[in-house]
T-cell receptor, first 112, second 117 residues
Framework: GDSVTQMEGPVTLSEEAFLTINCTYT??????LFWYVQYPGEGLQLLLKATKADDKGSNKGFEATYRKETTSFHLEKGSVQVSDSAVYFCALSPYNFNKFYFGSGTKLNVKP | DTGVSQDPRHKITKRGQNVTFRCDPI?????LYWYRQTLGQGPEFLTY????????KSRLLSDRFSAERPKGSFSTLEIQRTEQGDSAMYLCASSLWQGATGNQPQHFGDGTRLSIL
């Protein structure tokens, strides 16, 4: 069945460091891919999305490219800030968009 | 866009009691989803509605769980005879389904945290 695997955390970085959070997926057909962010005590917020192969989603300095050949959607940011500290979830939605499948989340801690 | 709102934010109850949660989606959204999230895990799909019709239920949704969306607007999730294992964050999300053009991303509420004593 459809699923998402993302790197385990926590990931601890210093401010202005480069961030990569790996995400790979298994799906039939052509799913859409998403990254959501969750701050403590809050719900999930959409960070970025990509709906077809080779699409690049970007928002707030974060980027992820839909790689069908490697079934991956890795999240990157060139220079993280303390305010980026949160839990990041990779998710996929099958072509018929009935529901989302989420990874287990990666906690990011950014130190000043 | 006032966002998805959920009520209550926190619920503490004794094992065996019934609880009901409410979700108010973004007004123009026709799809509504319920998820359960346990500590350190991603949300797990429970069920979803398109307008007032419940179109899919996960195997996670035991007979003690029931969800409704009677007028195609707000939804309720009821858990009967609660058990310790029901302790979790219950998240609601909504989206706009536009047929062949596909679904827009889901917008999540802040969730209801359920604690079973």
């Amino acid at each position: 069945g459809d699923s998402v695997t993302q790197m385990e955390g926590p990931v601890t970085l210093s401010e202005e460091a480069f961030l990569t959070i790996n995400c790979t997926y298994t799906a039939t057909g052509y799913p859409s891919l998403f990254w959501y962010v969750q701050y403590p005590g809050e719900g999930l917020q959409l960070l970025l999305k990509a709906t077809k192969a080779d699409d690049k989603g970007s928002n707030k300095g974060f980027e992820a490219t839909y790689r069908k050949e490697t079934t991956s959607f890795h999240l990157e940011k060139g220079s993280v800030q303390v305010s980026d500290s949160a839990v990041y979830f990779c998710a996929l939605s099958p072509y018929n968009f009935n529901k989302f499948y989420f990874g287990s989340g990666t906690k990011l801690n950014v130190k000043p | 866009d006032t966002g998805v709102s959920q009520d209550p934010r926190h619920k503490i109850t004794k094992r065996g009691q019934n609880v009901t949660f409410r979700c108010d989606p973004i007004s123009e959204h026709n799809r509504l989803y319920w998820y359960r999230q346990t500590l350190g895990q991603g949300p797990e799909f429970l069920t979803y509605f398109q307008n007032e019709a419940q179109l899919e239920k996960s195997r996670l949704l035991s007979d003690r769980f029931s969800a409704e969306r009677p007028k195609g607007s707000f939804s309720t999730l009821e858990i009967q005879r609660t058990e310790q294992g029901d302790s979790a964050m219950y998240l609601c999300a909504s989206s706009l389904w536009q047929g062949a053009t596909g679904n827009q991303p889901q917008h999540f509420g802040d969730g209801t945290r359920l604690s079973i004593l």
